[in-house]
């Protein structure tokens, strides 16, 4: 079987043309090519020779997304893409821009095993993980198609990152290596529902990037009936895990909570919350659910979201409300996938 190139690092790169009988110098071109140029294919790589692109064809693929489906905010720029990987399979990812440059929002999976009440991601259920190559070029394909640079990523789509760990893990060094697209772990934002031994796993690699933890509810009651994650690990659990993981690496966890009407929205569960999180290094950041007609949910009122903040806020903590992005495109992924397979299989 041919090799999967863009997901080595440039040692194995380096060892595999040694073996080849190429120099050194050779992996540092392609490594460049595949990773600073971003380029889909071996015959992009112009200053190299054609017998070194045919013995690369022979022993390594390229996996990259071909852009199925993109839709561009009209509002505040968004751009959202659909793409189709080798195997037929579908995965989103979503483009946004601030003031400080763009951000983009990979997928680790396709599909997901988790399960949530609220999230488009595993309608369509979990069909497999995503090589370290297939997360990377989620960004390379957006680049080149947009022509800018991306200085921030958020793994935060289709999937669970830590029941990925060591094909996140690898993209996360690839990603942030100076010898590629160089994007500080500070820029990098991982998110999680809450599997506990892997947050300590990464707990372990001491990396500096922002742990987003997705919360939703202030106890086991409500969170296990909308998150079946909390059945393994309640909620005291995950959160012990995280007073550890911020005290010891000194970087402060963003908890996610989507604001949904009736279900985890009261004044009761503001201030439950407030008290479940003293003591926590965090920040807290309120999202208006997206509603997804499958799930049956509906968003919590702005009046509701606002007071819900206030009294986190005389608890002592930091809180913000998600601005919405690309409400006119479905921004949140999973939904562009759903409607992709609903049509394929008409």
């Not at 742990?211 to 998150?227: G, T």
């Not at 608890?315 to 913000?320: A, D, E, K, R």
Request: net charge neutral; aromatic share 8%.
């Amino acid at each position: 079987m041919k090799k999967d190139i863009a997901s080595m690092n440039f040692e194995e790169l380096s060892a595999e043309f040694k073996e080849m009988g190429l120099p050194k110098f050779r992996a540092t071109q392609v490594y460049d090519w595949l990773h600073k140029k971003c380029v889909a294919s071996f015959e992009e790589m112009t200053n190299i020779s054609k017998d070194l692109i045919a013995k690369l064809n022979d022993n390594f693929v390229i996996f990259s997304c071909t852009i199925e489906k993109k839709l561009v905010s009209r509002y505040d720029n968004t751009v959202k893409y659909l793409y189709s990987l080798p195997d037929g399979e579908y995965l989103e990812c979503v483009v946004m821009d601030y003031k400080y440059g763009h951000t983009i929002c990979v997928s680790t999976q396709v599909g997901c095993k988790m399960g949530c009440a609220f999230c488009a991601s595993g309608i369509g259920g979990f069909k497999r993980q995503l090589a370290p190559s297939e997360i990377l070029s989620q960004i390379y394909t957006a680049q080149r198609d947009l022509g800018l640079r991306i200085s921030r990523i958020v793994l935060m789509g289709m999937g669970e990152p830590l029941d990925n760990f060591d094909n996140v893990m690898r993209f996360l060094e690839l990603v942030s290596d100076e010898k590629g697209l160089n994007i500080g772990m500070r820029h990098i934002s991982l998110s999680t529902s809450g599997i506990v031994p892997r947050i300590y796993d990464l707990l372990e690699r001491n990396l500096q990037l922002t742990l987003s933890v997705s919360l939703h509810a202030p106890n086991d009651e409500i969170r296990s009936k909308i998150m079946p994650v909390n059945k393994s690990w309640n909620v005291d659990e995950l959160l012990k895990a995280c007073k550890i993981y911020g005290d010891k690496t000194s970087r402060r966890i963003s908890f996610e909570y989507a604001m949904m009407k009736g279900v985890n929205d009261t004044p009761e569960c503001a201030r439950e919350l407030g008290r479940k999180l003293k003591g926590v290094l965090c920040h807290i950041n309120l999202i208006p659910a997206n509603e997804v007609p499958e799930k049956g949910h509906e968003r919590s009122s702005d009046n509701d979201i606002v007071k819900f903040k206030e009294i986190l806020e005389k608890s002592g903590h930091t809180v913000t409300i998600r601005r919405t992005l690309g409400s006119d495109i479905n921004a949140s992924c999973g939904q562009l996938r759903r409607e992709k397979i609903k049509e394929d299989l008409e």
